[in-house]
């Protein structure tokens, strides 16, 4: 911008020119043309001046000073005044240029308008006064709406304050920032807290912050507000609150309740309803002067409603009435002194820790002095059940059995315990002696026994148990079918037997006893005299003999042996043992059965094996013996014997190979004769076949020559006629072609030339129509360009060379002078006569344009 000499200054335009000689600068204001001079310089191009609309302002940082008719005011040197560092807010007004050091610190910003129910918050800056009021730097204030707020550099916007609606049962609360006055006028310290309860919008001062907006609490019939002070004050109604204090408030007091600032809300309390059958007791209730007493009961019965005070509690809720009927009872127990009428009407002193119990009908609500301990119900018993009673002050135990029992307040139910082994049989529901079971049934989950039952087992036909009493050292048996109920002090005996096969001890645990018959089998190993070692396997059929079962002594010999199956078992196998160890194998072989049974049941006075063999200790009797099985137990002998047998096995089977392999040749040979015979007839049948073959064969070759030399005769000759027509057609298709390729080769230059015609003169045509435009164009550009530049324009541009050259001249007192650049040729005859002063006429304006 400084290398333009003319610098045009559009209207309400201005620029900055800098006086290089004395570094000031100055503005120049359009319109003007400006024509810069050598020693200045022009700092930007022309800007537009700063126009403020109507309700708008703008910031000036480091504004010109002005004299007291708002003219700018300059030093000695020509340049504008400022006052650095300060701001000048201006409002709407006349465009007006930046003076050199003044920057535009806020752009043109609308003026805020304050709504109603709106608030600045304003912040002195510096100390100000204006129409209404004094402020020093610090203070603060609102502006209030409806209004136009006019900015000022004093004065700092520090937030926008909008007003809080308070609709009804709403409250909002105030704190104060700093010691001031409320919209009331009551004074306010520093940290103070109020509530502002009127319907409406509510606009809070400048030193009041709003906290919260509080609603109301909407009470009803059933419920009520618990309340704690925070701080000593007194309520709307005038009763002073101390810090702690807790208190209720219903629906009496206030429909809808809104908590004061030092009061806090500690719950909801629902109202407590009892029906005519309910009861509670309630914990430190309140006294008649309001304040709880502390480790007091209280019982209400209904029918009644009322809130729990604060610090009351319902000890186990809200309970029911104890209804008895005639088979039920109450235990109860003081717990303090109780003076009462029992139930034929007397005085009775209870002491604390005494029992006593009620029996119904009957209808009780027990008083504070008096604990629940249980209630009882009468037991139904039948004539095989019974339970176990326990007196809990001398703790002697009894059996209750056949009859419908309650406890009274000195008995309680008493858990009789049995070994696991006996749960586990009890459980299971059959003998594992019975089934010759060996598996242990497991107590199904969820079907525990009820312990405070009397155990009952029903023994099995034909079946004893032993019942052993700790109490009286003695022992009884039972034989079934019958029903045995265990007495406080009485067992089972459980019986341990040996099982499996071979027996091996502890297999089977059983409680009865099965009197028989019954067989057990075992596996036995012997050796013969000749040293063969066998293993049999026997079975023996065996029966208790119990001749009275009403002789306690004879039925309980039965169990006098704790496992008979095994005393047996071994007993049978060392006689076994005996008597075989002195006969041969080969004897042994022929005569196992005689000697077995000869060994088990001995010889009687006749010299005849007898029928039975039978234990004296338990009255055990073996009735017969069976030999299921014989095998060696020396691999040498079970060898022997393998190969034996093998060899039969063999022989029989090559004597039914022998009589498979003949019948099969047979059969064989026959096959062979019938296939021979079947060949024979297919051949001559065959030859037939071919005769006719040949016949026909002759026949056809016959046919297919003749056929033949027929055909390529007629098929020549159909070729050649052919062939000549085909000539002479191709011959008029091609003349026609050589006629049509000459008619279309001469219309396609006929119609090139013509098209080719047509777009010259097209061409040409268009060609002067561009010339036409462009050179009307031409002419409109350049009446444009001379319209928009101006005569006068043209002119000025035209002389002002010329004319600064005169000047020039005028100002260095030269007359006449000559500049080239030396490559134009100059006529210098007459120039020098010019140069010595010859010229007589001197220059005027016309000869210098």
Known sequence: MSEESIIRIPPYHYIHVLDQNSNISRVETGPKTYIRQDNERVLFHPVRMVMVPPRHYCVILNPVLRDSEHIVTFDDVGQAKLRHG?????LAQDPFPLYPGEE????????????????????ALLDLEDENDKYVAGDEWLFEGPGTYIPRKEVEVVQTIQATVIRHNQAIRLRARKECKDREGRDRVTGEEWLVKKVGAYLPGVFEEVVDVVNAFVLTEKKALHIC???TFRDDKGNL????????????????????VYEEVVGIVDIT????????VILDPQGEDGKPQLGQKKVVKGEKSFFLQPGESLEFGIQEVFILSEEEGLVLRAVELLEEQDEDGNEVERKPGDRWMIRGPAEYVPPVEVEVVVLRKAIPLDENEGIYVRDIKTGKVRAVVGHTYMLNQDEELWEKELPFNVEQLLASGKDPVADRSNRQTLVPEGQERDKTRAVTYRVPHNAAIQVYDYREKKSRVVFGPELVILGPDEQFTVLSLSGMTPKRPNVIKAICLLLGPDFCTDLINIETADHARLQIQLSYNWHFQIKDKTDAAEASTIFSVPDFVGDACKAIASRIRGAVASVQFDDFHKNSNRIICSAVFGFDEALKIRSAFKFP????VITSVDIQSVEPVDQRTRDSLQKSVQLAIEITTNSQEATARHEAERLEQEAKGRLERQRISDQAEAERARKELLELEALSTGVESTGAAKAEAQSKAEAARIEGEGAVLQAKLRAEALAIETEAELQRLRQARSEELRYTMDKNKLEVEKTEKLAELEIRKFQEMIKSIGSETIRDIALAGPELQVKLLKGLGIQSTLITDGSSPINLFTTAHG????????LTDKDEE
């Open 617 to 620: 200790q338990n009255n055990l």
């Open 86 to 90: 300060d701001q000048e807010i201006r």
């Open 229 to 231: 002070a925070t701080k």
């Open 835 to 842: 140069m010595l002063g010859l010229t007589t006429k001197p």
């Open 104 to 123: 535009l610190q806020q752009g043109i910003t609308p003026l805020t308008v304050v709504v109603a129910n709106t608030a600045l918050h304003l912040k």
């Open 241 to 260: 609150r101390r810090t702690g204090e807790e208190w209720l408030v219903t629906m009496e007091d206030a429909e809808a309740y809104i908590p004061n």
């Open 273 to 280: 309803t009892l029906n005519s059958r309910q009861y509670c």
